[in-house]
């Protein structure tokens, strides 16, 4: 049995004039010890995720529907209380601003002894300190550091000491919020490969928070691709990179500089990821997709299994499993474009009823302002600003 | 053409227009507005309406005369019309409250931003003789300098433009220190700007919404202290303020005489007009964001959309 | 077309009231400590680097806006170091530059027309129709078509990878000839860095602007650059041309930072070389060779010696004694990889004192860890 399933999670902000759907009915599963990612652009929803598993949604945010299964229960029927107790003993997170998330007046090894005082009943002061000096240096820090303030951190020692407090009280599940992001890339690797070694000697579970495919692709063994609140697809690291299906990650993958092929830019994705308070119709990246159809204009497609673990939710993809060429596809005009294949006929330029002009009132969605309109948090909601 | 629906440039006008609409659309600026507006009018229109006040003996006038038909607030000692000294004291306390704030704000800012943003050595002075002038007793000061310069209207102006900047120099150079550090005002330097031009074009915009806010507060406490000052009997003397009024109510008993007409009309002109203008700043403090004034609208998203779709469009390699 | 010869950067550090006390000297910062590098005329050079490395200050020292302390800058040959007033207003209009942070490089109270068009007022070019359609036609060369549409913006109305053109708009306005861009697509998505980069490529292409590249992400400068300098602790510690120098890199330094470029392809892992700990503080740079402390190379020589540059192909130089070792990459692989067994050794038996360690503490709470074994 898996050890995290979630159903159908929805979460809803509510916003000035409304509220915006940031996560729109995914459903995933983590097993027991296994590293999962969880990756798209800014906006796509994968923080606001996190925050709905744990349950550290911001005040304007509310779980709109589905479920968060965690070992057979249901955390979602769970009240505040007994879920208080579950967070961080059960599951812990990592959030990518270490410099903001450690109490700069506090000294850091108290504050990696918080949790288990918390927690853990029974346990002084004293045991809490010395459990706090055992998680530094499983983290690689001197357990003489423990009296250090934060300002005395560098941000990769920083990021160590979060991870030694995500660690406190042995979750079986940890949750990775772009923990490397802001680092340089030594450092990048160094904590990349602390948490690949502790999940291997703790048996954790591991879900990575990024934008960044090559970094899934180090640390994972599965991929989870979001874009716009939807899951487009999901699979095994190698599938995924050898086979992508959806036309999104296969950009996605293609954004990435691979310096063992070919020396050429990347094809990156155009466009912006589409505002959440009115997303497209149909398939919700079919304004940016060079194999976007009528048909994904008009209904989301539905998810559909290729191999034990391989899904994908698109159109273009054919019964045996397979991407087809744009060639082969009746496309809209804005796809031709994208697919390099030029205009035809009317719709092809701005100036007509083309079809991202056409198929809603924000059909195409990259208002400004919204999409990556921040990292953390609050990107996961664009236009949510007032 | 979708080109017609791309939103047509705002000129200037349009934009201190939508400002102005968000100001009145925001309650408590509102509030603040219509009342300054009615004494706005009573000070400009009031004294043609009224008439001129009476020089004291002026036959027949009677002091001290209780509210009537013909004179609404009573006399005052010495006969004349409170109404029309009410109407007079509301031009000179709203020209002292304007006139000293501009000043106040001109020494403020320009020191505030002078200090803040070239730092160093200019800081270093600026800011010594600013903590002169903000640990000085201001009243006492203010006291002695109207004694010392004579209790005219521009006196009372200098004095309390004089005595209010330090606070402003102070709130101004923290936020410029705040606004030098930010990434445009680099960006300006390494495009030529100069030192002058980045403190015009880029910090002074950047706390001018600060300034305004400040602007209205400063506007309260002047007529407060114009007020106080004539109360201490150190105010103009050449013509006829609130403060004047109840320094004269005062001296002449009229809390013991029961003539409450003599002092309520000063005294609650004064509240009102401060509260006033504290409302209209609160608004002010929230409106000067452009996040917050007129946007594109909803037309022109989808043209915008099609347009960075294009511009991301190369041939593919 | 534009040359760094020496560049120094030093920062006094601030005396603590006791070392004043004391009468310590001043500790100096030594930001950029002795670097030369070349702009050509429609070149880009990428500067690697890490955070700490100078690479940041470099450029904004050849803009002129760091202090620079030693050595100098060569625009066409005319040393522009210590001119002011004139003759410095027209050098900036001549050499510009684009910070990383699109949200904060925009003053958030001007429209983009107008964040455009300054640059054009401060130098009194053109009039007022010359103007706009400079302004548009810079947005256009960024990449936002039409440019008209996005004069009356505000930045907040913008993405990211918006903001970053715009900011490109601002500093191509003046057509200068040497582009300084630091970081500039480090802040947004990787799905829209191409975009940017491909504006850049652009600009090369059509303006013969020559680009300094700043970068922590080899990737990034391998795909963009002709030319890549590897930055450590103020200095340029190997330089050549970009496939050269991916393909052949002579400096520890540079195969360590090589090695641990994660690869989208999962099938791809490889022995990555992570050096321990992190980069010194430039107040306090190791003698001889800087980088001998986190060498894993390092031999007595390097304590006491700073390494030459060793000229090792053509434009290919690494300051190294080992630069001609053909032997080198072999032996720095293998360290790595004894290094990773050891690790991996002590991190398993800290865990296992540790499951230990909290087995006995914690008796079976809730899930327990009867559970979890």
Known sequence: MALLEVKDLTVEFRVPGGSVRAVDGISFHVEAGEAVGLVGESGCGKTTTALAITRLLPENGRLAGGSVIFDGEDLTSLKRGPFRRRRWTEMSIIFQGAMNALNPVKRVGDQVAEPILLHEAGVTRRQAWKRAGELFEMVGISRDRRKEYPHQFSGGMRQRVMIAMALANRPRLVIGDEPTTALDVMVQAQILELLERLRRELGLALILITHDLSVVAETCDRAIVMYAGQVAETGSVQALHDRPLHPYSARLMGSVPNMQGERKLPLGIPGQPPSLSSPPSGCRFHPRCDHAMEVCVAEYPAERSFGALHRVACHAVDDSGRLRDPRELPLIPSARILAGLGTTGDGASRTAQGPVAAGSAGASGAVPGGGSSGPGGGGAVPGAKP | MTVGRIPQPLSRFHRGYASLRLLVSNRQALVGIVILAAFVLIAVVGPFVVGPIEKPGTPGTTPLLNPSATHLFGTDQAGRDLVKLNVVGAQVSLIVGVVASVLTMLIGTAVGIVAGFLGGRWDNWLMRITDFFYVLPTLVLAVVLAAILGPNLLNVIVVIGMTSWPATARIIRSQTLSIRERMFVDRARAYGASNRRIMTRQILPNVFGLVMANTTLTIATSIFYETTLSFLGVGPHETYSWGRILEESFNAGALTLGKWAWFVPPGLSVVLVVLAFTLIGAGFDEILDPRLRLRGGPHGVTELAMAELEATLEPRA | ?373
């Open chain 3, 1 to 373: 077309m534009i040359e760094l010869r020496g560049l120094q950067v030093h920062f006094p550090l601030r005396r603590t009231f006791s070392a004043w006390l004391r009468r310590e000297p001043p500790k100096l910062v030594r930001a950029v400590d002795g670097v030369d590098l070349e702009v050509q005329r429609g070149g880009i050079v990428a500067l690697v680097g890490e955070s700490g490395s100078g690479k940041t200050t470099t450029g904004r020292a050849l803009v002129r806006l760091a202090p620079i302390t030693g050595g100098n800058v060569l625009l066409e040959g005319n040393d522009v170091t210590e001119i002011s007033g004139k003759p410095l207003r027209d050098y900036r209009r001549r050499v510009q530059i684009i910070f990383q942070d699109p949200y904060e490089s925009l003053d958030p109270r001007r429209t983009v027309g107008e964040a455009v068009e300054e640059p054009l007022l401060v130098h009194g070019l053109g009039t007022h129709a010359e103007r706009e359609a400079r302004v548009i036609g810079a947005l256009e060369d960024a990449g936002l078509r039409p440019g008209s549409a996005f004069l009356r913006r505000y930045p907040h109305e913008l993405s990211g990878g918006q903001r970053q053109r715009v900011a490109i708009a601002c500093a191509m306005v003046l057509e200068p000839d040497v582009l300084v861009a630091d970081e500039p697509v480090s802040m947004l998505d990787v799905s829209l860095r191409s975009g940017i980069l491909r504006v850049m490529l652009g600009l090369r292409e059509k303006r013969g602007v020559g680009i300094l590249f700043i970068t922590h992400d080899l990737s990034l400068a391998w795909l963009i650059a002709d030319h890549i300098a590897v930055m450590y602790l103020g200095r340029i510690v190997e330089i050549g041309p970009s496939e050269e120098l991916v393909a052949n890199p002579r400096h520890p330094y540079t195969r360590a930072l090589l090695s641990v470029m994660p690869s989208p392809d999962p099938s791809h892992r490889r022995a990555r070389q992570i050096l321990k700990g992190e980069t010194p503080d430039a107040s306090r740079v190791p003698p001889g060779c800087r980088f001998h402390t986190r060498c894993p190379l390092v031999f007595d020589r390097c304590r006491v010696e700073d390494p030459p540059e060793v000229e090792v192909g053509d434009g290919h130089v690494a300051a190294c004694f080992l630069a001609d070792d053909p032997a080198a990459a072999a032996r720095q692989q293998a360290v790595a990889a004894e290094n990773e067994a050891a690790v991996a050794a002590a991190i398993h038996a800290e865990a296992a004192a540790l499951a230990a360690a909290v087995s006995v503490e914690m008796p079976a709470t809730g899930g327990g860890p009867a559970a979890k074994d």
